[in-house]
């Protein structure tokens, strides 16, 4: 089966144009505007600098010049733009018998077979000092999403995440359990209880500051082995892991594999004091070593291991990308982690160079979520923790729920409630570009109109009611001189340009490239449904227009899934 894109078009057009190559004419086509009845335009200003001749006349000659080939329906030129109808059959075809896999490698399909890759996707690396919160969810929906697109283009991928376990942040909890915990055990959702004592010790240090040296002091003893340090280390970290393995299967996370600092930092150092020895690091007075960058890097100095021999967070990642090339020999070992962290990236990515590391490393980076009352602080204990946010969505998810379907069964009202606020959640965190920060508005997030999960859940479950009261089966032998309506082209041209969507995604790790088609070609549906009737006497036409919906259904179900969103026959 061979899907009709912007390539295939290239190549039609290629025999015609003198001076450009295929993959030239494909970066020149454009979609035209809704109002233009054609799949792509070509525009010919390039040609006429070449030919010395005006765009519209070039365009004109192409008219007459290209015979009409199989999957076109139409070339004509408008003004500078020579522009071209597919077939809808070719459209509709493909999707309906490629179902799922309609997008997913577009090269393999048309070209054979494509290079896959081995890629390696870091998320969400939290501390074990508290709860995962609301700024994680935003980093493992973008890590999830992306597994996800790379897996449906068919690399191999590995999905691992990193826990910070050690450092100052740990002992301020551990001090404060040990203080004030009374040996007990957690009497709510363990990371929450955890979480709790970190904020409790922030707020009395304010008045007692002597409490900062003496989580200084109990760091020293778990750096020394101490047998009682490390026994309630190991207690409280367990504590938190458990709490977040709860929010990750609420979430669908999962990963392949799992590190934790405190096994990688002692070989970080290892991997500097051995830099040190060969030159690449250098030494200050009082014994520091810190990475002093040539003038290609254009960074500042950056400091390793501190005089006192200790190491800095920085260390541990030099050995984890080691690590993770060991474990997975990957071809491309993506970071998703946020903005504040840009200038740590670009120095580990140059000491890694320096080192001779000369791996494909990639920081996605990712702006920061705001609240309606402003940013969040998790030292003054204003972090919205992640699983509030869950259970809020869910909550206004159930109401909505219950307004529709108040005869349905609790249970059933209960499940819907779950995918539904997840739906939300999800989507209105990935509709937004990574690099923009935005403000979460959950009563917004939920709304079965609009730019929201739920809107297009919905549609989905609408085409399949409608498919259900239909007793024709869906099929490809229909009638396609039926197929003429403005808004059935519409929405078969918009279903087009799927597979290009998913290309740039995947190019650019753009995931509301998804979420943004997503929400076009359900308005586009939308706009097909309230002016062409689907069930109707006419069985011709109604076989021809099952034939679109279900082609719609079969898009939305596979962005979804790429999203990790779940679909519902009925809401």
Same mark, same amino acid.
């Given at each position: 089966?061979?899907?009709?894109? @912007?390539?295939?078009?290239?190549?039609?057009?290629?025999?015609?144009?003198?001076? %450009?190559?295929?993959?030239?004419?494909?970066?020149?086509?454009?979609?035209?505007?809704?109002?233009?009845?054609?799949?792509?335009?070509?525009?010919?200003?390039?040609?006429?600098? %070449?030919?010395?001749?005006?765009?519209?006349?070039?365009?004109?000659?192409?008219?007459?010049?290209?015979?009409?080939?199989?999957?076109?329906?139409?070339?004509?030129?408008?003004?500078?733009?020579?522009?071209?109808?597919?077939?809808?059959?070719?459209?509709?075809?493909?999707?309906?018998?490629?179902?799922?896999?309609?997008?997913?490698?577009?090269?393999?399909?048309?070209?054979?077979?494509?290079?896959?890759?081995?890629?390696?996707?870091?998320?969400?690396?939290?501390?074990?000092?508290?709860?995962?919160?609301?700024?994680?969810?935003?980093?493992?929906?973008?890590?999830?999403?992306?597994?996800?697109?790379?897996?449906?283009?068919?690399?191999?991928?590995?999905?691992?995440?990193?826990?910070?376990?050690?450092?100052?942040?740990?002992?301020?909890?551990?001090?404060?359990?040990?203080?004030?915990?009374?040996?007990?055990?957690?009497?709510?959702?363990? *990371?929450?209880?955890?979480?709790?004592?970190?904020?409790?010790?922030?707020?009395?240090?304010?008045?007692?500051?002597?409490?900062?040296?003496?989580?200084?002091?109990?760091?020293?003893?778990?750096?020394?082995? *101490?047998?009682?340090?490390?026994?309630?280390?190991?207690?409280?970290?367990?504590?938190?892991?458990?709490?977040?393995?709860?929010?990750?299967?609420?979430?669908?996370?999962?990963?392949?594999?799992?590190?934790?600092?405190?096994?990688?930092?002692?070989?970080?150092?290892?991997?500097?004091?051995?830099?040190?020895?060969?030159?690449?690091?250098?030494?200050?007075?009082?014994?520091?070593?810190?990475? @002093?960058?040539?003038?290609?890097?254009?960074?500042?100095?950056?400091?390793?291991?501190?005089?006192?021999?200790?190491?800095?967070?920085?260390? $541990?990642?030099?050995?984890?990308?080691?690590?993770? @090339?060991?474990?997975?020999?990957?071809?491309?070992?993506?970071?998703?982690?946020?903005?504040? $962290?840009?200038?740590?990236?670009?120095?580990?990515?140059?000491?890694? *160079?320096?080192?001779?590391?000369?791996?494909?490393?990639?920081?996605?980076?990712?702006?920061?979520?705001?609240?309606?009352?402003?940013?969040?602080?998790?030292?003054?204990?204003?972090?919205?923790?992640?699983?509030?946010?869950?259970?809020?969505?869910?909550?206004?998810?159930?109401?909505?729920?219950?307004?529709?379907? /108040?005869?349905?069964?609790?249970?059933?009202?209960?499940?819907?409630?779950?995918?539904?606020?997840?739906?939300?959640?999800?989507?209105?965190?990935?509709?937004?570009?990574?690099?923009?920060?935005?403000?979460?508005?959950? *009563?917004?997030?939920? /709304?079965?109109?609009?730019?929201?999960?739920?809107?297009? $859940?919905?549609?989905?479950?609408?085409?399949?009611?409608?498919?259900?009261? /239909?007793?024709?089966?869906?099929?490809?032998?229909?009638?396609?001189?039926?197929?003429?309506?403005?808004?059935?082209?519409?929405?078969?041209?918009?279903?087009?340009?799927?597979?290009?969507?998913?290309? /740039?995604?995947?190019?650019?790790?753009?995931?509301?490239?998804?979420?943004?088609?997503?929400?076009?070609?359900?308005?586009?549906?939308?706009?097909?449904?309230?002016?062409?009737?689907?069930?109707?006497?006419?069985?011709?036409?109604?076989?021809?227009?099952?034939?679109?919906?279900?082609?719609? $259904?079969?898009?939305?179900?596979?962005?979804?899934?790429?999203?990790?969103?779940?679909?519902?026959?009925?809401?």
């Amino acid at each position: 089966m061979k899907i009709i894109d @912007k390539k295939t078009i290239a190549e039609i057009l290629v025999e015609k144009i003198k001076g %450009l190559k295929v993959e030239e004419i494909e970066t020149l086509l454009e979609r035209p505007p809704s109002e233009i009845n054609f799949t792509y335009a070509f525009p010919c200003f390039r040609l006429a600098k %070449l030919e010395k001749k005006s765009p519209d006349l070039i365009a004109i000659d192409l008219e007459n010049e290209i015979k009409k080939a199989e999957v076109l329906d139409d070339i004509k030129a408008i003004g500078p733009y020579l522009n071209l109808k597919v077939k809808s059959r070719y459209i509709l075809e493909s999707i309906f018998e490629l179902n799922g896999d309609y997008g997913r490698i577009r090269d393999i399909i048309n070209k054979g077979e494509k290079e896959k890759k081995r890629i390696v996707i870091e998320y969400p690396a939290p501390n074990t000092n508290k709860p995962l919160h609301f700024g994680h969810i935003r980093n493992i929906l973008l890590g999830k999403s992306l597994s996800n697109l790379l897996e449906y283009r068919g690399h191999d991928v590995f999905q691992v995440n990193l826990y910070n376990n050690r450092g100052i942040h740990i002992c301020k909890s551990m001090l404060a359990y040990k203080k004030w915990g009374n040996n007990k055990e957690p009497d709510k959702k363990s *990371d929450h209880y955890v979480g709790d004592f970190y904020v409790k010790f922030s707020e009395i240090v304010e008045k007692n500051i002597n409490l900062e040296q003496e989580a200084y002091n109990l760091l020293r003893l778990w750096e020394m082995g *101490d047998e009682e340090t490390l026994k309630l280390w190991k207690k409280m970290n367990n504590w938190v892991l458990e709490g977040f393995k709860v929010t990750f299967e609420k979430l669908g996370i999962s990963f392949d594999k799992e590190y934790f600092e405190s096994d990688l930092y002692l070989k970080g150092k290892e991997i500097i004091l051995d830099g040190l020895r060969k030159g690449i690091f250098k030494k200050t007075e009082d014994g520091a070593i810190f990475a @002093k960058f040539e003038e290609k890097y254009n960074l500042p100095d950056k400091f390793l291991i501190r005089s006192d021999g200790t190491t800095i967070y920085i260390t $541990q990642d030099i050995y984890l990308a080691y690590k993770k @090339k060991e474990d997975f020999n990957y071809d491309r070992s993506i970071y998703v982690v946020g903005d504040p $962290q840009n200038q740590h990236f670009k120095w580990l990515f140059a000491i890694l *160079d320096m080192l001779g590391f000369k791996e494909d490393n990639y920081h996605l980076s990712y702006g920061m979520i705001s609240l309606p009352s402003g940013k969040m602080k998790s030292r003054e204990g204003t972090v919205v923790d992640g699983d509030d946010v869950i259970e809020e969505v869910e909550n206004l998810a159930l109401v909505e729920v219950n307004k529709r379907y /108040s005869d349905i069964s609790e249970s059933e009202k209960s499940r819907r409630a779950k995918i539904i606020g997840l739906a939300a959640l999800k989507f209105f965190i990935l509709k937004y570009s990574a690099v923009k920060g935005f403000v979460f508005k959950p *009563d917004e997030s939920i /709304s079965f109109e609009g730019e929201t999960g739920p809107y297009i $859940q919905y549609c989905y479950a609408r085409i399949a009611s409608i498919i259900s009261k /239909s007793e024709i089966e869906v099929s490809t032998n229909i009638n396609w001189d039926l197929l003429i309506h403005k808004n059935e082209l519409d929405l078969i041209k918009q279903m087009t340009y799927f597979p290009e969507i998913v290309d /740039s995604a995947e190019e650019t790790y753009n995931i509301h490239l998804i979420t943004q088609y997503l929400l076009s070609l359900c308005q586009t549906f939308n706009s097909f449904y309230s002016s062409c009737q689907v069930i109707s006497d006419n069985k011709k036409l109604e076989n021809a227009r099952l034939l679109i919906i279900k082609c719609v $259904q079969i898009i939305i179900k596979i962005g979804l899934d790429i999203l990790g969103i779940e679909t519902l026959d009925k809401m």
